[in-house]
């Protein structure tokens, strides 16, 4: 998969070193390749280093061993070319859904009214139509998540870079939310890393799935999960069942090793 890949890393580590204490190793000789416009999930137990690693990628931790390249350049720091979408929605509480819009927008050397059509399509994409002037303390938690994803759409970043996105959300919403962004993925194709620590979320979305091991983080498998998304029974049918009873079994493995490590 290395062969014309849009991302590559290459036997990359990483240390954390604390103020007190000994220094972490979170990552240690990881090498993964994506493909452009590919949907990869980064799935594994509790502090494996899945968010160092797209932290790594997003250009905002530095790659002391190793690297990483984008479509052959090395990653040096951060870019209009990554977009990252936190876990905890990062929008600017006293400002609009548009506003918050439009501030990724803001960079571009785009006139005002061209500014506010983008920001107006993105807002529609997401289905936030007619809350274009709500704050977000007014705004249900899948409203957020849905303006900070329109946010960095925004930009038109080629990378989107989703840190447990949907984590903080309901059953309910987060399903919602999940059927969404493969909607605005095949819109907008785009190459998506996905850290998830939900094994069937990880399964329904991506097209493969990185599991990691116990810290320090490791690729211990790459598993193909192409799915017809679009069938209404795909969570019942014996091949997903499987495959995440395939998966599941990788990633319990490797939390009951961290759990191990951590009552030493």
């Not at 190793?66 to 951060?78: L, N, Q, T, Y």
């Not at 400002?95 to 529609?124: C, S, W």
């Not at 999940?178 to 850290?195: D, G, H, S, Y």
């Not at 790459?222 to 019942?236: C, E, L």
């Amino acid at each position: 998969m290395t062969a014309n890949a849009q991302i590559v890393i290459d036997q990359v580590s990483h240390r954390y070193r604390p103020p007190t204490g000994r220094e972490v190793l979170a990552l240690e000789n990881v090498s993964l390749s994506v493909q452009n416009r590919e949907f990869l999930a980064l799935l594994g137990p509790s502090g494996c280093g899945k968010s160092t690693l797209l932290y790594m990628i997003g250009g905002f931790l530095p790659t002391v061993t190793g690297g990483i390249r984008i479509d052959g350049k090395p990653v040096a720091g951060p870019g209009p070319d990554r977009g990252v979408v936190f876990q905890h929605f990062a929008l600017f509480p006293w400002k609009t859904v548009k506003a918050n819009v439009l501030y990724g927008l803001e960079r571009m050397p785009l006139p005002q009214d061209e500014r506010e059509k983008r920001a107006q399509t993105f807002i529609e994409m997401v289905g936030l139509a007619g809350f274009e002037d709500s704050y977000p303390s007014q705004l249900s938690g899948g409203m957020k998540q849905r303006a900070a994803i329109a946010r960095t759409l925004a930009f038109d970043p080629q990378i989107l870079l989703m840190d447990e996105p949907f984590g903080a959300l309901d059953a309910q919403t987060r399903g919602l939310m999940q059927a969404e962004l493969l909607n605005i993925w095949r819109r907008t194709p785009k190459t998506v890393i996905f850290v998830t620590h939900d094994v069937q979320e990880a399964v329904f979305l991506a097209e493969r799935v990185a599991v990691m091991s116990a810290r320090p983080g490791q690729i211990k498998a790459v598993i193909d999960t192409k799915f017809d998304k679009t069938d209404p029974h795909v969570f019942k049918s014996k091949t997903f069942v499987d495959k995440v009873d395939e998966i599941w079994g990788l990633v319990r493995d490797e939390a009951i090793k961290a759990q191990a490590s951590r009552a030493k």
